[in-house]
């Protein structure tokens, strides 16, 4: 298992050398002469801000020296995909069956737009899990997403707020079930 420079994607074996706990050293590429990887050291709101601005070295830090080396968490991420494409399949069904609301594809279109946003955060929330955060903040997310579609569904089909937990429930019900059959 090798390691990659953040600034130029050069291979490196190791990103940093520790002398004691809490006392490290971060190597330098031998390509770029820079630090290979500096967010060894960042605190994790400055890792998650560069990926959302896109930052080619936040992506590289997170996919090669991190999600690369944890296979356990890889599967949590394939289980992250795998649930949210099961509950989008299952969200578009219930609000079909339960809201009775005519097909309107422009709708559909906002509503998929709202999923897509909160499970790209999701992603990027669990990546951040493998600088251990507990397992309760997942569900927690869980609960926030689930709240936050209910509250979209309603503004979107000014239906009842019962009928919008009941689509929102049976949709995160199905995706759970799904995902804890593969888990
Ligand atoms: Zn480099």
New binding site residues.
């Given amino acids: 298992m090798e390691y990659r ?6 291979r ?1 074996k190791t990103l940093f050398v520790q002398y004691s706990p809490g006392n490290i050293r971060l190597m330098k ?6 630090v ?1 990887d500096e967010y060894i050291e960042c605190e994790l709101m400055i890792v998650l801000i560069d990926l959302i601005l896109h930052k080619p070295k936040a992506y590289r830090h997170v996919l090669f020296n991190v999600l690369n080396h944890e296979r356990t968490h890889f599967q949590m991420l394939m289980d992250v995909f795998l649930g949210n494409y099961m509950f989008l399949c299952s969200f578009l069904f219930a609000i079909r069956s339960l809201l009775k609301t005519s097909a309107q594809f422009s709708r559909f279109r906002d509503l998929l737009l709202a999923i897509l946003i909160s499970s790209y955060f999701k992603i990027l929330l669990t990546a951040m899990m493998v600088w251990e955060f507990p397992p309760a903040v997942i569900y927690i997310i869980d609960l926030f997403v689930l709240s936050s579609n209910t509250v979209a569904l309603k503004v979107m089909t000014k239906s009842t707020m019962n009928r919008c937990i009941g689509a929102c429930f049976i949709a995160h019900a199905i995706k759970f079930c799904i995902t804890q059959a593969f888990a």
């Fill in positions: 420079c953040v600034q130029c994607g050069f490196i590429c031998v390509n770029c002469k820079a290979a």
